[in-house]
């Protein structure tokens, strides 16, 4: 199994324009979760999937932001428009059910926005 | 409020020194402790979890429910030890994971 595969692994843009993150998360997985990392904030949970049905968003930034998962293989994080405070590496990850399953990470997205 | 605070954004240490990752939580019911490391250019993983009280490459953790803290522990720090370590809280019956800041180990030879 390749793990987690996040795409781009790099991006760049400018301040106003749409930017589409995407994520494969491991096949069997039933949870899905985006994460934001910054110097200053850590590791942030934005929003988090279970079965393809968004279950928490209260980390979502702001309406810039939107998440889907329409199938089991496959998430979006779109951010439009796009700001230069949203620069960060932005992390897929994905689990089993249960309490004790880890999460397991995609590489990252990170994103520079000028 | 669930929280995790981690104070050290940078810890330095020579090779051979004992190493103590500092981690706090905040959660009023009974918490799911856990470290996760990322290494130079690899993904951020599992190192250990405090309901299988183990220890991963001489790492261990303990919950201090008193003190709510987790610190991550090392008796012989190794250069290969240098990493970005999380520490993280899971609260209640859900998947969600809660990530401090973080702190960057850093091992001198």
């Known amino acids: 199994d390749a793990g987690v595969i996040q795409s781009p692994r790099h991006e760049v843009t400018e301040m106003g324009q749409e930017v589409t993150l995407r994520c494969k998360p491991i096949s069997g997985h039933d949870y899905l979760f985006w994460y934001r990392q910054t110097m200053m904030r850590g590791l942030e949970l934005l929003i988090y999937?279970?079965?393809?049905?968004?279950?928490?968003d209260s980390g979502m930034p702001e309406d810039r932001f939107s998440a889907k998962m329409p199938n089991a293989s496959f998430s979006t994080l779109k951010i439009q428009p796009s700001e230069p405070r949203d620069s960060a590496v932005y992390f897929c990850?994905?689990?089993?059910?249960?309490?004790?399953?880890?999460?397991?990470f995609g590489n990252g997205t990170r994103l520079t926005v000028t | 409020a669930q929280r995790v605070t981690q104070p050290e954004k940078l810890l330095s240490v020579f090779k051979g020194a004992p190493v103590e990752l500092k981690c706090n939580y905040s959660?009023?019911?009974?918490?799911?402790l856990f470290w996760y490391v990322q290494y130079s250019r690899q993904r951020l993983q599992l190192l250990l979890r405090h309901i299988s009280r183990e220890s991963i490459k001489g790492f261990t953790a303990d919950l201090n429910k008193g003190e709510t803290s987790f610190h991550l522990k090392k008796p012989f720090a190794q250069e290969e030890d240098s990493a970005m370590y999380y520490c993280?809280?899971?609260?209640?019956?859900?998947?969600?994971?809660?990530f401090g800041t973080g702190t960057l180990l850093a091992v001198q030879p």
């Open positions: 999937f279970n079965n393809n049905v968004p279950i928490d």
């Open positions: 993280a809280l899971r609260a209640g019956a859900t998947n969600k994971l809660i």
């Open positions: 959660y009023s019911g009974s918490p799911e």
């Open positions: 990850a994905s689990s089993l059910s249960g309490w004790n399953s880890p999460l397991h």
